[in-house]
């Protein structure tokens, strides 16, 4: 309880946030040793004491509202698991009791199981959906929707970095409001916004065309402000027209669509998505070409950066250094690796990728439709940040983005040479993807 008591000591107002019960062992794995047919769920008799010792600590402290996480409810859950979830709420019924309970589910839509289950747990105050990428889920609430209860509901996009649509989330909230009651509904986030970078405020090589289109965290805030407000008689049109504005900007935009790309879209068939020629014909032909042993070596493609390579592209990039210095550099670092792979006797080679800064951002930086960050850091794992780039528009590629470097590599050596590219769908998922299409289509 120390990060929370020093709040409440403040006087804020804290809604402390613990994963649920049995969503922290859905999303747990068995110990090293444990059989795999071992239930997770057995576990919960033995969690829920804890449970119960860390709410009575809270309301010790002073918590008037506690928020559970059970995003393991959007899962396609069997009727044994959803009985778990019913099983804990009304083992710890009791410990809850003087507290409002929220339970936040986010990612997806419920199934109608689910939603049946969510709605029916003991204790509970309020519920938290996800009314972005649950887009089903708002028709479950309008259908049935307990009396009395609070619905949290997720129409500002906390995955993403882009501006809310005001006009349609407040249409959105007007209609939950008519079902769920006006002292009842609470304007909320879809998710936590540890998903999204901090603030807009801290990019400054942004033009302002670009960030007129996003919101990060605190804008986010914002906007969950600005629409609880105008639910509550009290918009302000001023910035609702400029949102209105923004919206229309990016719809219409030159920079969103190119009609190149469109039209080389529109233009694929199912058949350019197979080779036109089958394994053992390709097997041959490269196994005449390259006459590679049985079980060829090669290693994965990146070599390990370091401190001195880091400074020289750090320097270029900063306009520290000559492009003439910056390939001589880069050109000894492939030099070293080169050599080192033909010492141990490695049969296709790579360059080691040293010219890359991250495999997604290395190539987003050459392709249009793509913007980047400087400090829109967001958390990966553990203490790993990522600094994504921003998919706006259609993608295209103006020039040859591995063909210098690659061939640069292969001048040094007369043993194969890969080529390496990082595959569109880990570039789309790495990314901040445009919400104005669906992924398939991006890709």
């Known amino acids: 309880m120390l990060i929370v008591c020093p709040h409440m000591q403040l006087g804020v107002d804290t809604v402390p946030v613990l994963i649920g019960p049995v969503s922290y062992l859905l999303l747990s794995k068995p110990a090293k040793g444990v059989e795999k047919t071992f239930s997770l769920l057995s576990l919960l008799p033995k969690i829920i004491p804890i449970y119960k010792e860390v709410i009575s600590e809270l309301k010790a402290a002073g918590a008037s509202w506690i928020q559970f996480d059970e995003p393991t409810l959007v899962l396609d859950l069997d009727s044994q698991q959803l009985q778990a979830f019913t099983a804990a709420y009304a083992d710890l019924e009791s410990t809850l009791s003087g507290l409002n309970v929220l339970i936040e589910t986010y990612f997806a839509d419920l199934t109608p199981e689910a939603y049946k289950t969510l709605i ?5 105050t309020a519920y938290g959906l996800d009314l972005v990428r649950g887009t089903q889920t708002s028709d479950l609430v309008k259908k049935d929707f307990p009396k009395g209860k609070y619905l949290f509901a997720g129409v500002v996009d906390g995955r993403n970095i882009w501006a809310n649509d005001l006009a349609s989330s407040l249409s959105t909230l007007q209609a939950l409001e008519a079902v769920v009651g006006k002292d009842k509904l609470v304007v909320s986030t879809s998710c936590s916004l540890l998903h999204t970078a901090v603030d807009l405020v801290n990019e400054t090589k942004l033009d302002d ?14 906007e969950v402000n600005a629409l609880a407000k105008a639910l509550a008689g009290q918009k302000d049109e001023a910035f609702f027209s400029s949102n209105a504005a923004a919206q229309a900007s990016r719809k219409s935009s030159p920079r969103v669509t190119n009609a190149a790309v469109q039209k080389a879209a529109d233009a694929l068939k199912g058949s350019d998505h197979r080779r036109a020629t089958n394994v053992s014909a390709r097997l041959d032909a490269q196994q005449k070409k390259l006459n590679l042993p049985i079980l060829p070596t090669t290693t994965i493609g990146s070599f ?71 400090n829109g850091w967001v958390q990966s794992y553990g203490s790993r940040c990522v600094k994504p780039p921003i998919i706006y528009g259609d993608v295209s590629r103006p020039k040859a983005m591995t063909v210098f470097w690659s061939s640069t590599a292969q001048s040094m050596t007369k043993r194969p040479m890969k080529g390496m590219l990082t595959g569109p769908v880990t570039i789309l998922n790495w990314s901040f993807v445009r919400n104005d299409q669906p992924s398939v289509i991006i890709v």
Request: charged share 35%.
């Open 209 to 222: 065309e670009i960030k007129s289109w996003l919101a990060f965290a605190a804008q986010k805030v914002v």
């Open 120 to 124: 029916g747990l003991k204790g509970v």
């Open 304 to 374: 390990p950066q370091t401190v001195e390579l880091r400074r020289v592209r750090r320097e270029f990039k900063a306009n520290k250094i000559s492009e003439d210095d910056y390939v001589k550099a880069i050109e000894e670092e492939i030099k070293k690796v080169v050599n080192l792979q033909e010492e141990l006797d490695i049969d296709v080679l790579v360059h080691g990728e040293p010219e890359r800064n991250d495999m997604v951002e290395y190539f987003g930086e050459q392709l249009s439709g793509f913007a980047f960050t400087v």
